[in-house]
């Protein structure tokens, strides 16, 4: 029987300080019918699991989130056999109990994003899959027994409002999104989110509090780069409290990828285009997406 992969996906702070982490590493270009991914994604090992780890920004930091090619990234992610895929995030706090430093495992989203990609299927037919639970229950209650082999306070749920950037927030939107319910604030998590439940995949969000976002005055006594200073310093913290998660995660006796899963059954239902109406070629193509 083949050995399961898990997905990972790097956010800010996090992609190279994890990728030091994985062993016996082989680096697989993956073309897909998007276009290239953010980069080559390394294939290993961490703790005692396969992984396949992808820099969302790329080498560099060189995208910004409404650049980051989110349906190239999960398409070849999923054409290597991907079925459960774990991101990382930073995020800026919406709530007073979410201190920087912190990890947030999120359970649902408010999206606000509108210059991105969103689908795979436009080209295909209609599909419309069920998202009303964005994040996969199963791999979450996964991450949260694991989270409590470590130090770090960890949420067992929030409201993420993925904005579209790459300008932060005004103080009315940032004020807006806290009577909406919101959480968290940040900018990469959507179309993400939901390109991975087209791709019937298992998908959890650590999200990495960095500061608090601008509904919540500075200290009138710290200049530009003292606040810069410690906004880094927060989002660093996190993300080694988040790469100790991850590793206790990939340690885990839980099963992390479950065929009988509902986010692995997620397109039984979801294509309403007669099939003789679906172009054969692009069938072909997108053909790892009902696998």
Same mark, same amino acid.
């Given at each position: 029987?083949?050995?399961?992969?898990?997905?990972?996906?790097?956010?800010?702070?996090?992609?190279?300080?994890?990728?030091?982490?994985?062993?016996?590493?082989?680096?697989?270009?993956?073309?897909?019918?998007?276009?290239?991914?953010?980069?080559?994604?390394?294939?290993?090992?961490?703790?005692?699991?396969?992984?396949?780890?992808?820099?969302?920004?790329?080498?560099?930091?060189?995208?910004?989130?409404?650049?980051?090619?989110?349906?190239?990234?999960?398409?070849?992610?999923?054409?290597?056999?991907?079925?459960?895929?774990?991101?990382?995030?930073?995020?800026? +706090?919406? /709530?007073?109990?979410?201190?920087?430093?912190?990890?947030?495992?999120?359970?649902?989203?408010?999206?606000?994003?509108? /210059?991105?990609?969103?689908?795979?299927?436009?080209?295909?037919?209609?599909?419309?899959?069920?998202?009303?639970?964005?994040?996969?229950?199963?791999? /979450?209650?996964?991450?949260?027994?694991?989270?409590?082999?470590?130090?770090?306070?960890?949420?067992?749920?929030? =409201?993420?409002?993925?904005?579209?950037?790459?300008?932060?927030?005004?103080?009315?939107?940032?004020?807006?999104?806290?009577? &909406?319910?919101?959480?968290?604030?940040?900018?990469?998590?959507?179309?993400?989110?939901?390109?991975?439940?087209?791709?019937?995949?298992?998908?959890?969000?650590?999200?990495?509090?960095?500061?608090?976002?601008? &509904?919540?005055?500075?200290?009138?006594?710290?200049?530009?780069? +003292?606040?810069?200073?410690? =906004?880094?310093?927060?989002?660093?913290?996190?993300?080694?409290?988040?790469?100790?998660?991850?590793?206790?995660?990939?340690?885990?006796?839980?099963?992390?990828?479950?065929?009988?899963?509902?986010?692995?059954? +997620?397109?039984?239902?979801?294509? &309403? #285009?007669?099939?003789?109406?679906?172009?054969?070629?692009?069938?072909?193509?997108? +053909?790892?997406?009902? #696998?």
């Amino acid at each position: 029987m083949t050995e399961k992969l898990i997905g990972i996906i790097g956010g800010s702070g996090l992609g190279d300080a994890l990728a030091e982490k994985i062993e016996d590493v082989t680096l697989q270009e993956v073309d897909t019918p998007f276009g290239e991914p953010s980069g080559p994604i390394m294939v290993g090992r961490l703790g005692a699991n396969r992984v396949a780890f992808l820099a969302r920004h790329g080498e560099g930091h060189r995208f910004n989130p409404s650049q980051v090619p989110y349906t190239a990234n999960i398409f070849a992610l999923k054409s290597l056999g991907v079925t459960a895929l774990i991101a990382s995030a930073a995020v800026g +706090s919406l /709530r007073e109990e979410i201190a920087p430093g912190h990890l947030i495992l999120v359970d649902q989203f408010i999206d606000k994003t509108f /210059r991105r990609q969103n689908t795979f299927f436009d080209q295909y037919g209609a599909v419309h899959a069920e998202f009303a639970q964005p994040c996969c229950t199963r791999l /979450r209650e996964q991450i949260m027994m694991a989270a409590e082999k470590t130090q770090a306070v960890t949420h067992a749920g929030a =409201i993420y409002v993925c904005m579209e950037g790459p300008q932060f927030s005004t103080r009315a939107e940032s004020l807006m999104h806290r009577t &909406w319910g919101g959480d968290l604030i940040g900018m990469t998590a959507m179309p993400e989110a939901k390109l991975a439940r087209e791709a019937q995949m298992c998908y959890a969000l650590v999200a990495l509090a960095s500061d608090y976002d601008c &509904w919540r005055d500075h200290d009138p006594n710290k200049d530009k780069q +003292s606040l810069l200073a410690e =906004i880094i310093g927060n989002l660093n913290l996190a993300t080694q409290n988040a790469i100790k998660l991850i590793e206790a995660v990939l340690e885990t006796d839980g099963t992390l990828c479950d065929e009988t899963c509902p986010c692995r059954k +997620s397109l039984e239902l979801a294509v &309403w #285009t007669k099939p003789e109406a679906i172009d054969p070629a692009l069938k072909s193509d997108l +053909s790892p997406l009902f #696998t």
